[in-house]
């Protein structure tokens, strides 16, 4: 059974920086996309960053230049700096788990697989 888990939120002032990491993942996830998203009360959840299998990467455009997605042998990274009130979210990692998988980022949240339960960012002024 795959769990996928966050670490790494946290309360941080404007223009401060976190690293949010996601364990879970075994040997399978190789070809996945890997996808963070992030997600305010009364809003939908919005894809942050994402990485295909070949490496591709994209990003949100309000976070380009800010953040990094990257990835380890079985832990996904999202570093974020000079973090901005508005990126005050839940923040939760999240795989497509396909075969040479590509474009997780665009098709979006319904296309997932696979879900951690999200650790919380809160940015202050």
């Known amino acids: 059974q795959i769990q996928l888990m966050e670490s790494g939120g946290g309360s941080v002032q404007a223009g401060g920086s976190l690293r949010l990491s996601c364990v879970g993942f075994d040997y399978t996830f190789k070809m996945a996309c890997m996808v963070w998203f992030r997600q305010t009360p009364g809003k939908e959840r919005e894809a942050v960053a994402g990485i295909d299998s070949d490496g591709t990467i994209a990003y949100k455009d309000s976070v380009k230049d800010r953040f990094t997605i990257s990835k380890g042998q079985d832990t996904l990274y999202l570093q974020m700096d000079d973090l901005k009130t508005e990126d005050s979210a839940t923040y939760y990692c999240?795989?497509?788990?396909?075969?040479?998988?590509?474009?997780?980022?665009?098709?979006?949240?319904?296309?997932?697989?696979?879900w951690g339960k999200g650790t919380l960012v809160t940015v202050s002024s």
């Open positions: 999240a795989a497509e788990h396909v075969t040479f998988c590509a474009g997780g980022f665009h098709r979006g949240a319904s296309a997932m697989d696979y």
